[in-house]
């Protein structure tokens, strides 16, 4: 691109018109991108309140991200802390409340680069463990930010298995107070966000022993920092627990408690209580506890992993047609990328994997709601589906985004690793998703006991929930496919993913069997066959991707050429599983080597029909040019322009070199010495 | 020391110094490197805040800080071997890049390489003994692997007898060079010659770009730092722009082509030669694959022996998370993975340099299959390594994802090395070029030698090679497992082979049939690879002397065949190398490997033998005093500065008294 066509862009917008090769890119796209927005929002009117809310937070300066590669990570702590604050404000001035359709959207248009997201956790806590009297207490000082909350469960020592944590609140009856205590290092309190820094309270799981008995774990509200000059309560230690790879705008923090004193009301009471006397009292189901858990994990997999997939295919594959590279035809100039199949190979099933993802998040929350609904009537049987699917979902697309954005970074050459590409944010953000809220492979192996519980129950002809019938119906068959036209058919391929799940939960249930039969201890035996319970989980959950895909697919309307491209993107990431885990399909010969060969055409094939559409299949995304904050993948793809004057405003060019002075004009001029 | 690392490391079968002289190649070279650690270590100069606290700006002077004092103490030290040098680093270092770094490999080589004696006369003192500052000056915004496709043109003025240097275009413009932006007056310019009105193609030239004295930039040049990147915060990438730039005649590197005063221009003999470079750059990305790999291993192996973590047997205490068999799942197949990386990478040093000696005589013979090899090898090892870092700081759950852990820093240090010195695809497509090659070589009936003579088999086989192969194949033994591993390459190459010829038979041109192939490509190299690795990882074993060590290392080395057969099933499936029930088998003895392998597991990444300083991890101390450890390291961090942070001031008190 020479630099003369460069300056005829530049009597456009900021930086020029569009950049030629995306324009084309956008000439003849076999749908209406329009349409699709609005398929992926879940209706036009929410496309329309979606795009105000991130027009009225992009124009405020408040919330510019501008210079978020350049600052350290206190002025991006700070920058978070006055966003968060001024958010209160603009949602005042713009009549958006909790309850409206636009709060959805708010996370959004922020990119998450926000405080206080633990004060909503802190709320939450309180709402579902508290009693009525707690709730009228604390709900409203913390509506108002009277106070800033936090919630501290994990331990340095401690994580997933609450039941370890080292905590300890002990009864005084003649104060009526618990008096909590930090008792050895690896009790600390880890990784809370918000409570490095920020929060004035914060809920404390700790071990409660009344009169010597310990009842296990519990909840107290605990006051850290003072309301007037934010020191530190006595007997309180709490601080930053420093850098990580990201969430550099959060003050995870640590918290050691000496000796600290709450009053009895101060334990989050609405299911078990500290009577004055000493009474220890269980009432009501703690299941609601779990629906917490589940409504944290179906939400995530939106906002933390599809969203950031979404964002990374934008620029990489916009990058793609934009970057030219080496020659596919002698004489001719060089090849976007995007050209080359290798470059399709990696972006393109994953572009396929995130509208995939976005379905199934759609059909989780789908869930959900029904469940939720139950639950209301007290009835709690969908719960162990609902916590199962959410576990293993919640795992297994978490580490599929985490490692596909990996792929769009790396697929974006070396100006994929400078940050302003936007991609190693979203890549060291994303990698977090893996481990809080549940680290992966515990939800894994949480959904395989779910599973493997139903599997027994329907070998023995008990009912099961609807979305594991399927395991009672075992069929063993063959593929019939014929040509690799056959294979996009999704009953073809919906049925090699049924088999292939259906197998191996199947051969782990009876291995887990044979292993208890031997006299094998139940508890060694599970052990024994963990990675193969993961496997197991893994192909459940990406049948039931598939499967939900394909309907979705069905249902969609034919207008706009919708549902023509979909059926694309559903056959594509359906065959890119069995292309790239080829061999489950091929053991015990459910699809044979010369069925593997047609599977791998049809794959390749479909690379080449979605390239032509790979860009306006992007662009339904929506994200504007603010929200990727990237050099690379902005609309109008004026790549190098951009990239240029963005490297111009690092503070390393703006600022003197003080190492020059101090360092290196001694050693040219050899006073080493001086060092 | 802690209980449980205490405990683990007197359980060993073996004793860990035996396998650390094997790594470094006897126990001469482990003494040798000890002492050269052990300067820098006792060496008070060297201590330095923790960088992560730090801002890039300030990374960038203490990284210039090291590089000077470096220059200074390899001399106090009369430490001159290259070897020996880059021990001394690596200690010095740690994960992280030196600005200085292009200046003694990629300029200072290129100025020994490609210049003639006058010039070597002239430069050399110079660079020897750091009167300028260089760097190389390669890629360009808008191109990187395609050469050809740099824009820079130098223009020879005969009038003058200059070079008149230019960025045309804002993708012409330098981008991404170490040391460039703020530390170099000095670069190797790569650009386009143009004599006589004739482009030449891509010549090297010395260009200053700093002013001497100032460090001021020079009239005509636009330098500077391309900004913040994943990592690298210690190294100033740099771009540069020039505008009719004008160098002296003699700024030309003229051992090769040349051009003379009267803007004649004189061909080189050989392009091939540049080959030699490239060749050992890779070779070291190949051991630095291992090396970073072994560092990670290192770390996610002694946290998972320290830290406890649910109930594997009820009642019982928390069991240590190594206990569990997910968790030996996913960081033994890595531990092995490291070692069979580091023989390979020992394996390819060893080759350049038996054969660098015939480059020298201009025997060139050898060249290409090493070029091939190590270009697929390089792609290979960064790639599983990069996937493996990443894996090892998941397996340390949520303290995996803080800066102590040294986790995140070896991460973002080395997954670049999948994109710089030849991007990882465009790698195991150059590999794939010479598989074709050499496929289509015995085709026609000639024979093929070196790592690639498997090919010969081919028509021999043909006969019937599914259940020849899946009778002979013995998961227990490494010979065996070598031939399964060629026999899937020997399939994949062929399949490609076929694959592309099929292509060429519908459509026109050769580029369209290569892009159409270019997946089944890729496959059929990493397959060479794999197996390549595969080979050379059993035949280290018969090289090892002492019984309990080669017993080690042999469950190691079917640890890293099997495993790679159970990722790969699909193959070995639909080659019918193996059956169904083999691959059951496999899956079978992998669990039995973990568990075999488990009691050594610490003793193994002691082995590897990194220095805590080297190693800069809080979970990977090898005393195990993890949390403690923690501490100390959080309460030095900025945020914590203050007890109460300024924003309380700024923004929270204010906020509250409005609401």
């Known amino acids: 691109m020479a630099l003369l066509e460069t300056r005829k862009y530049l009597q456009g917008s900021a930086l020029g018109g569009v950049n030629p090769d995306l324009a084309s890119e956008r000439q003849t796209p076999s749908f209406s991108v329009e349409k699709l927005t609005a398929l992926l929002d879940g209706g036009e009117e929410n496309t329309r309140i979606r795009r105000a809310v991130v027009e009225a937070i992009e124009s405020d300066p408040v919330f510019s991200r501008e210079n978020q590669y350049f600052q350290s990570q206190n002025e991006k702590y700070e920058a978070a802390v006055r966003k968060a604050v001024h958010l209160q404000k603009k949602m005042h001035e713009m009549g958006w409340t909790e309850n409206g359709p636009e709060f959805k959207y708010i996370y959004r248009a922020l990119s998450g680069e926000i405080a206080f997201l633990l004060h909503t956790i802190f709320m939450r806590s309180i709402s579902v463990l508290g009693s009525d009297k707690q709730i009228a207490k604390w709900i409203p000082l913390a509506m108002q930010y009277q106070l800033i909350g936090s919630y501290a469960q994990t331990e340095l020592g401690h994580g997933t298995y609450l039941q370890g944590l080292e905590t300890t609140a002990v009864f005084d009856i003649t104060t009526q107070e618990f008096i909590l205590n930090t008792p050895q290092i690896s009790a600390m309190k880890w990784w809370p966000g918000d409570m490095g820094r920020s929060a004035t309270h914060t809920v404390v799981f700790a071990q409660l022993y009344v009169q010597g008995k310990c009842h296990g774990v519990h909840p107290f509200i605990v006051q850290i920092r003072s309301l007037q000059d934010h020191s530190l309560c006595p007997g309180i230690t709490a601080g930053d627990i420093g850098p990580k790879m990201s969430f550099e705008h959060i003050d ?243 049925q090699a993913y049924r088999h292939a799940a259906v197998r191996l939960i199947s051969s782990t249930a009876a291995k887990l069997q044979v292993l ?55 056959d594509l990431f359906a065959l890119h599983g069995i292309f790239s885990n080829s061999g489950v399909f091929l053991y015990d010969g459910h699809i044979s080597g010369a069925q593997m060969d047609m599977v791998t055409a049809s794959y390749l094939d479909l690379l080449a029909v979605i390239r032509k559409d790979a860009v306006p299949l992007v662009d339904a995304f929506d994200f504007t040019d603010k929200t990727l904050n990237s050099a690379l993948g902005s609309y109008d793809g004026q790549v190098y322009q951009r990239l240029y004057e963005w490297a111009r405003k690092s503070p390393t060019n703006t600022q003197t070199n003080p190492a020059y002075e101090k360092y290196l004009k001694p050693l040219l001029h050899k006073k080493l010495s001086k060092l | ?179 460039l932006g703020k530390t170099s007056n000095h670069a190797i310019v790569l650009a386009q010659l143009y004599t006589q009105g004739q482009c030449k193609g891509l010549h090297a030239f010395i260009v200053p770009i700093r002013q001497l004295g100032t460090h001021e930039p020079l009239p005509g040049i636009t330098v500077g730092d391309i900004g913040p990147k994943f990592g690298y915060d210690e190294m100033d990438n740099g771009y540069l722009k020039m505008d009719n730039f004008r160098i002296p005649r003699e700024n030309m590197l003229m051992k090769y082509a040349q051009v003379e005063p009267d803007g004649t221009y004189v061909k080189p003999l050989s392009d091939k030669l540049t080959y030699g470079t490239m060749v050992f750059i890779r070779s070291l990305i190949v051991g630095d694959s291992a090396h970073s790999l072994s560092r990670a291993c290192t770390i996610a192996i002694r946290y998972s022996a320290v830290r406890h973590q649910s109930e594997l047997k009820p009642g019982e205490p928390e069991p240590q998370i190594l206990d569990y068999q997910t968790q030996q799942y996913k960081l033994f197949p890595l531990l092995a993975t490291a070692y069979a990386f580091h023989f390979v990478g020992a394996y390819i040093k060893d080759t350049y340099r038996r054969i660098s000696g015939d480059i020298n005589e201009g025997d060139l013979s050898e060249l290409p299959e090493l070029h091939a090899l190590t270009a697929g090898l390089k792609a290979f090892t960064s790639w599983t390594a990069n996937a493996g870092i990443e894996e090892c700081r998941m397996a340390c759950g949520g303290h995996g994802y803080s800066r102590c852990s040294g986790i995140p820093d070896i991460y973002v240090t080395f997954t670049p090395s999948c994109t710089y010195e030849g991007e990882n695809t465009v790698m195991m497509l150059q590999t794939a070029r010479f598989l074709v090659k050499s496929y289509t070589q015995v085709s026609s009936g000639q024979r093929v030698t070196g790592m690639v003579s498997y090919l010969n088999d081919l028509s021999r086989q043909r006969i019937q090679p599914q259940h020849v192969a899946a009778r002979t194949v013995m998961l227990n033994d490494p010979v065996s497992l070598v031939e399964a591993y060629k026999a899937r390459a020997a399939w994949l190459v062929e399949a490609a082979a076929k694959n592309l010829e099929a292509e060429l038979n519908h459509r026109r041109s050769k580029e369209d049939a290569w892009n159409k192939t270019s997946v ?23 090289e090892v002397s002492n019984a309990a060590v080669r017993a080690v290392l042999t469950e190691l080395c079917l640890l890293y065949a099997l495993c790679g057969i159970s990722k790969n099933t699909g193959d070995f499936l639909q080659a019918g190398i ?38 800069g991890s809080v979970l990977g101390r090898y005393d195990g005093n993890v949390y403690e450890n923690m501490f100390e390291w959080a309460k030095k961090s900025p945020l914590n500065k203050t007890e109460v942070h300024e924003s309380f001031h700024k923004h929270l008190k204010p906020m509250q008294a409005k609401l």
């Open chain 2, 1 to 179: 020391m802690n209980a449980d690392l205490r405990r683990e490391r007197a359980a060993a079968t073996f004793q860990p110094e035996l396998l650390t002289h094997i790594l470094d190649g006897g126990p001469d070279r482990t003494r040798r490197r000890k002492e050269i650690g052990g300067n820098v270590i006792n060496d008070p100069d060297f201590q330095h805040e923790d960088l992560n606290f730090l801002s890039r700006s300030q990374r960038y002077e203490q990284a210039i800080r090291k590089s000077s004092l470096m220059v200074m103490k390899l001399r106090e030290y009369g430490i001159a071997d290259p070897e020996e040098i880059y021990w001394f680093k690596r200690t010095c270092l740690g994960s992280f890049p030196e600005p200085f770094g292009l200046h003694f490999s990629m300029f200072q080589k290129t100025l020994e390489t490609q210049t003639t004696d006058a010039q070597k006369e002239k430069w050399l003192p110079l660079v020897r003994g750091v009167k300028i500052i260089g760097t190389y000056a390669q890629t360009e915004m808008g191109h990187g692997t395609h050469l050809r496709g740099l824009e820079t043109t130098a223009t020879y003025d005969p009038a003058t007898q200059e070079f008149i240097l230019n960025s045309p275009t804002v993708t012409s413009i330098k981008w991404w060079p170490g040391g």
């Open chain 2, 520 to 542: 089944d490509l890729v496959q059929a190299s990493e397959a060479h690879c794999h197996y390549v690795i595969v080979k050379l990882f059993a035949a280290k074993l018969a």
């Open chain 1, 252 to 494: 995870n923090g640590y918290l050691m408690l000496q000796n600290v004193r709450v009053p009895r009301e101060n334990m989050l009471s609405k299911f078990c209580e500290v009577q004055p006397d000493g009474t220890y009292v269980r009432r009501g189901s703690q299941q609601m506890n779990y629906l917490t858990m589940t409504a944290v994990r179906v939400a995530l997999i939106s906002h933390e992993a599809v969203t950031p997939l979404m964002k990374a295919c934008t620029i990489a594959i916009r990058y793609s047609v934009v970057r030219r590279q080496s020659k596919l035809k002698p004489g001719e100039e060089e090849a976007k990328i995007l050209d080359f199949q290798t470059q399709q190979e990696k972006l393109l099933p994953h572009l396929a994997a995130a509208y995939a993802f976005h379905f199934i998040s759609n059909y989780l929350q789908d869930l959900f709601n029904r469940g939720y609904e139950e639950i209301q009537r007290e009835n709690f049987s969908m719960l162990p589906e609902l916590h199962a699917f959410s576990s293993g979902f919640k795992a297994i697309v978490t580490q599929y985004c985490a490692s596909a954005v990996e792929v769009c970074l790396w697929a974006c050459g070396g100006h994929g690793y400078s940050l302003l590409s936007g991609l190693p944010s979203l890549c060291t953000r994303i990698l977090a998703s893996c481990i809080y809220e549940g680290e992966n492979t515990i939800l894994f192996l949480q959904t395989a006991r779910f599973l493997i519980k139903c599997f027994m129950a329907a070998s023995a002809g008990h009912p099961v929930p609807p979305s594991v019938t399927y395991l009672a119906a075992v069929k063993p068959g063959k593929c019939p496919a014929k040509n690799k036209f056959d294979f996009l058919s999704p009953d073809i391929y919906t």
């Open chain 1, 516 to 570: 208890i039969q031997s006299g094998v201890k139940k508890h060694d035996a599970w052990n024994e066959c963990t990675v193969q319970l993961v496997q197991a989980v893994k192909a459940h959950c990406l049948y039931i991707t598939v499967k939900n895909f394909a309907e979705t697919v069905e249902r969609l309307e034919t207008k706009g050429g919708i549902q023509k491209i979909m059926k694309h993107l559903c």
């Open chain 2, 578 to 615: 193996l059956t169904d029930a083999q691959i059951t088998q496999v899956k079978q003895r992998v669990k039995e490997l973990l568990a075999a392998i488990r009691p050594n597991a610490v003793a193994l990444v002691d082995s590897f033998d990194f220095h805590d300083s080297h190693l």
